[in-house]
Structures are given as C-alpha cells and as structure tokens.
C-alpha cells in the first residue's frame, strides 16, 4: 500500500565504505527524486530523474551516483562515505500534472 | 541560489489557538505547496496553490497563493495536540523546467500544548 518506499529506514556505516539506499514508487509517477535533509531540517534536492532519464543534478559530489533502472525505482550510490553524508535522504516522486510531490519515509545515513 | 524565507522559525501555542505562518521569496514562483513533516517521517503534502490570489482549504487548514507570486500563507484554526510537527512550504519558480524543482523553506516547528 505505501506510496513511496525506501529502505533501509536506518543505515550506520564506517567512513570510506560505500553504500547504497533505495527507493520504489507505485503512484505510476513519471518523476523521482532525492533530496537531502541536514541537521537543522533544511531539505535539498539532489537529483531528479524522468522516465528513467536525468533531469536535475544539483551541485552533488559525483560520489553520489543516482540509478533508474525503469521508471518505478530510483537508487541512490554513494562511494567514500564522509562524516558530512550524515543526514536523512528523501525520495519523492511526481507526475507532472499536478506537479506535487509524494516523499518516502526517508533513510537517516549516520557515517562513523 | 533561491532561497525561500519562512517564518516564524517556531511556534509554541496553547490547543485550540490559530496558528499563521508565511513564505516569502525573492522572486516569482508559479506553484506553492505546504507540506508537515512527523517526526521519523516524510513530508506529507497538505495543500497545493497553483494560481495567484488562489485561496485553498483543507479541513482546517487554509492556505493562499499570494497576488505577487512571491508569497504564500498557511493558517491552521483550531489547534489539536496531533498539529505538533515541522510545516514547509516549497515553491516551484515560474518557467525553465516543468519537471517539478523545487525550492523549500526552512520550516516552522509547531509546538502544541493541551
């Protein structure tokens, strides 16, 4: 029944490693995206992607790699994992008439 | 980059008062939206505004889409305990990609006391 999922809900690693969240939409939304949510609950978008393709890619290292295998799921990879990752990461997807979105429960990364 | 001012940065209020918060930006956006975020979970969408001037209710939340684009406010009437979280707006600017970027306020924090 949830709308938008991730897992895992709570991921603790070691700086360095690498690690990936996931995240599934079964609204049929065309639209997803990860944001990132800092200590003091500033929510930022990271990525969005369209039907697979990518859209926006904001000033992001590239040790975050966003995946789409098809249009219902949209992964998130980080490589090298930094103590300033620690955070919570949101995905939301949207069909773009109307242009709202639909977030998941989010997945608090605390890096070591 | 864009940034969205909303206040009050937190509220502490009695149950059964109003509440009003506002968003203002600096520049014009075509698509408001007001979000509460639980603790431990995501923000969950409470209202859309999509047309200066457009005033929307839900149940007892009423927001508007200023007449300037660069504004918007929610009103909560009534305030129950279950009202206690962190409220957004988010902004969506006018022209450039229609794929759905957008900008958030830092948030309101509600505090509700019976």
């Known amino acids: 029944d949830t709308a938008v999922s991730q897992t895992p809900k709570y991921l603790v690693t070691q700086m360095g490693n690498d690690k990936s969240i996931k995240c599934e939409q079964n609204?049929?939304?065309?639209?997803m995206y990860w944001y990132k949510q800092d200590s003091k609950k500033f929510l930022k978008i990271m990525f969005s992607?369209?039907?697979?393709?990518?859209?926006i890619n904001e000033t992001v290292p590239n040790r975050f790699s966003p995946k789409s295998p098809d249009k219902a799921h949209l992964n998130l990879h980080i490589n090298s994992l930094e103590l300033g990752d620690s955070a919570v990461y949101f995905c939301?997807?949207?069909?773009?008439?109307?242009?709202?979105?639909?977030f998941g429960p989010g997945t608090r990364l605390t890096v070591l | 980059g864009q940034q969205l001012n909303q206040s009050p940065q937190s509220m502490f209020i009695q149950e059964g008062e109003d509440v009003s918060m506002n968003c203002t930006s600096s520049s014009i956006f075509n698509t408001w939206l007001w979000y509460k975020q639980d603790p431990g979970e995501g923000p969950v969408l409470l209202i859309a505004l999509y047309k200066a001037g457009e005033l929307t209710s839900n149940g007892r939340l009423t927001a508007q889409f200023g007449t300037t684009r660069k504004d918007s406010f929610l009103n909560i009437s009534a305030s129950i305990p279950s009202d206690v979280g962190i409220y957004f707006c988010?902004?969506?600017?006018?022209?450039?990609?229609?794929?759905?970027?957008?900008?958030f306020g830092q948030g309101t924090i509600l505090t509700v006391h019976p």
């Open positions: 992607y369209n039907n697979k393709e990518l859209i």
């Open positions: 939301a997807s949207s069909q773009e008439a109307p242009d709202t979105q639909y």
């Open positions: 988010a902004g969506k600017h006018a022209g450039g990609t229609s794929y759905g970027k957008l900008t």
């Open positions: 609204l049929g939304h065309d639209t």
